[in-house]
């Protein structure tokens, strides 16, 4: 089995702001520049997407919700993706869902629209059930 | 038989040794590798047995241990993307190369059956099928020559068996496999083709005169086939579990499904089952 078996396969990752999550080491650039957010809750669901056979893609719905204490507006990024998945204005509770497809983690961050600070941050681990092998042949295809 | 086993045998070794000559290639890896699954499922499985009846939980489920074992040429694995569950082998590998192998294996082609057996557990009694002897399993040596791509499977099985202990017989199996990964399904189409000899279906569905009775009068078959077509899914559940789903159809020869003894022409497999990856 990979090391990566023995992350947590199922229940959800949930980053708070900065404010709720300072204990935390993943809160983002907002807590490494202290400034306070109102974000209550921002969750993605499943935390980790399972595929058959290490290094294959992994293909999933994620389920994101998000909760403030105050209306604002925001933008959903995929880290390293310079183009929002989706923006809101004056929103203070959203759900939605988007498609998921990758070999690796994929990490989600939540901007401030003006400021274009990560507010919060979460991600979506891809597990196996078979791990890839260098034999040539008995379990090489399938 | 034996003999042509021997000679294919000697032909692949003396081509494994000029090749290895000629490529140089890098010995195979001949590290230790293993895997263990269980495998639960409930199945529509009917024998192939007309008589035989089908009505206790145990008919409709299975639990089945798949091993994989693989150390310096040597190999112990099942099949696992056939529905088949008597698809064990032990074998060694003549020649392995990127796309293509020809191993040595010992493995069970034929299912046996025990007629007096059957009809102790049958509530409808079939006068006469009781004299019907008892069929050994078809075990046999076999020379396997395997072919590769990325998400093709192709085999070719030659084999002797000696299910009866005095007339031996052999089988010619052929079998393709294709992947297609949808998501995060793989599902695998397969066909097969089995050429079975005259001595094999005479042993299996056979009626000698000293079995013969009225309702099962004496029966000599000619040789024999059967046509084979799955599909096989494989779903990922966790990190540990996989949702499996299959179904098999089975088209016997005339020679077999004409035997006073019955034998089914037509045979479907249903399955659906959780595997447990260790």
Same mark, same amino acid.
């Given at each position: 089995m990979s090391s990566s078996r023995t992350l947590l396969w199922c229940g959800a990752v949930v980053f708070s702001g900065m404010t709720q999550a300072? +204990?935390?080491?993943?809160?983002?650039a907002a807590t490494e520049q202290n400034i306070a957010t109102p974000v209550e809750q921002f969750s993605v669901l499943p935390a980790t997407c399972i595929t058959l056979r290490q290094g294959r893609k992994c293909f999933a719905t994620i389920t994101i919700k998000l909760t403030l204490s105050a209306a604002g507006s925001y933008c959903l990024y995929q880290q390293?993706? +310079?183009?929002? $998945?989706q923006c809101w204005n004056q929103v203070s509770t959203h759900q939605f869902s988007v498609p998921f497809e990758s070999s690796e983690k994929v990490v989600y961050q939540l901007k401030d629209?003006?400021? /274009? /600070? $990560? $507010?919060a941050q979460a991600g979506v681990e891809v597990s196996w059930v078979h791990q890839a092998t260098s034999r040539k042949r008995r379990w090489r295809l399938f | 038989m034996h003999r042509l086993i021997a000679a294919l045998l000697f032909m692949s070794l003396a081509g494994s040794a000029l090749a290895d000559d000629i490529?140089?290639?890098?010995? +195979? +890896?001949?590290s230790f590798q293993w895997q263990v699954m269980f495998e639960y499922a409930v199945q529509y499985d009917p024998t192939v047995l007309e008589v035989a009846e089908h009505d206790s939980f145990n008919d409709f489920s299975s639990g089945s241990f798949y091993l994989d074992v693989s150390y310096n040429g040597f190999f112990i694995q099942t099949?696992? /993307?056939?529905?088949?569950? %008597?698809s064990g082998e032990f074998g060694y590998q003549l020649i392995e190369r990127d796309d293509w192998g020809l191993d040595i294996i010992a493995k069970v082609y034929l299912h046996g059956f025990d007629p007096a057996s059957i009809e102790r557990n049958n509530d409808k009694k079939h006068p006469g %099928?009781?004299?019907?002897t008892e069929r050994n399993f078809g075990g046999g040596i076999a020379l396997r020559y395997s072919y590769f791509e990325e998400n093709v499977f192709f085999s070719a099985d030659l084999a002797t068996l000696d299910?009866?202990?005095k007339n031996e017989g052999w089988l010619f199996d052929l079998y393709y496999s294709h992947l297609t990964v949808y998501q995060n399904w793989d599902i695998y189409s397969g066909v097969g083709l089995s050429y079975f000899s005259q001595e094999l279906v005479d042993y299996y569905a056979g009626v000698t005169e000293q079995e013969s009775s009225t309702h099962y009068p004496v029966y000599q078959s000619g040789d024999g086939y059967k046509i084979e077509a799955q599909v096989f899914g494989l779903y990922p559940l966790s990190q540990d579990w996989a949702f499996t789903a299959g179904m098999t159809h089975s088209l016997y020869s005339s020679s077999f499904s004409q035997s006073p003894i019955g034998l089914r022409k037509n045979i479907t497999l249903y399955k659906l089952g959780v595997r447990y990856v260790f």
């Open positions: 300072s +204990d935390t080491t993943t809160a983002g390293g993706i +310079d183009e929002p $998945i629209q003006q400021s /274009h /600070h $990560i $507010i | 490529e140089s290639e890098a010995p +195979d +890896d001949d099949d696992r /993307h056939r529905t088949s569950t %008597f %099928f009781e004299k019907i299910p009866s202990g």
